[in-house]
Nanobody
Framework: EVQLVESGGGLVQAGGSLRLSCAAS????????IAWFRQAPGKEREGVSY????????YYADSVKGRFTISSDKVKNMVYLQMHGLKAEDTAVYYC???????????????????????WGQGTQVTVSP
């Protein structure tokens, strides 16, 4: 059974940092893309970043480029999202998700397709105070 469990969310002041963690189990890491999405109240779910399990290639949404860094630890089956320079508009529930290669890469960049990601975690709240 595939499981994705997020942790590390919380309340932080603008300009601060947080590191989100995603513990992945039940699938072969190398065959999947692991991604972070977020959803703010009243807004659509937004793709934030992904890392490819086979070659470590990454993607970032323009809104987080230069501030967020995604990484993975294949030994521990963990994916991390290091967030710096947090802004009030980063406030959202952050979800870890997994999808098979290569469609996970395509689904991240095609509008509306990311909701087809195969597996989702329960989400972790990130709140950035102004």
């Amino acid at each position: 059974e595939v499981q994705l469990v997020e942790s590390g969310g919380g309340l932080v002041q603008a300009g601060g940092s947080l590191r989100l963690s995603c513990a992945a189990s039940g699938f072969t890491f190398d065959d999947y893309v692991i991604a972070w999405f977020r959803q703010a109240p009243g807004k659509e779910r937004e793709g934030v970043s992904y890392i490819s399990g086979n070659d470590g290639s990454t993607y970032y949404a323009d809104s987080v480029k230069g501030r967020f860094t995604i990484s993975s630890d294949k030994v521990k089956n963990m994916v991390y999202l290091q967030m710096h320079g947090l802004k009030a508009e980063d406030t959202a529930v952050y979800y870890c998700a997994a999808d098979r290669l290569p469609q996970g890469i395509i689904r991240m960049v095609v509008p509306g397709a990311s909701l087809q990601y195969e597996h989702w975690g329960q989400g972790t709240q990130v709140t950035v105070s102004p």
